[in-house]
């Protein structure tokens, strides 16, 4: 059985992996950073652009994490219920040889 939620969490963590990229490469040309004691040059403001990339990549991948342990969650509920039936099937009364 596939999770759909696993997948729908999966790709919200690639959405903002690459939303945040392209939003904070944006962000630094429109905050630039302000230098010079007479006089002031602005250029690319970069700590806010890494800081912004860092922090998207971080998020995304925590969405990405949460996805996988809900695919092995899910996987694991399918082997235990694999296994039940199958116990299931065994005959309780019929003892073992030893």
């Known amino acids: ?8 969490i999966n790709a919200l963590g690639w959405i903002i992996i ?3 990229c392209i939003g904070s ?5 429109e905050f630039p950073s302000k ?6 040059t602005e250029s690319y403001n970069w ?3 890494i800081a912004g990339i860092m922090s998207s ?9 949460f996805a996988e342990i809900i695919e092995l969650l899910q996987e ?8 039940s039936d199958q116990s299931s099937k065994v005959d309780r009364d019929e003892l073992p040889e030893l």
């Open 1 to 8: 059985m596939i999770n759909e939620k696993a997948k729908i």
């Open 18 to 20: 690459i939303a945040g």
């Open 25 to 29: 490469l944006i962000l630094g040309s």
């Open 35 to 40: 230098s010079g004691v007479y006089y002031i």
């Open 47 to 49: 700590v806010l652009a």
């Open 57 to 65: 990549i971080i998020s995304g991948v925590i969405f990405i994490g």
């Open 76 to 83: 694991n509920a399918e082997n235990i219920n694999k296994f």
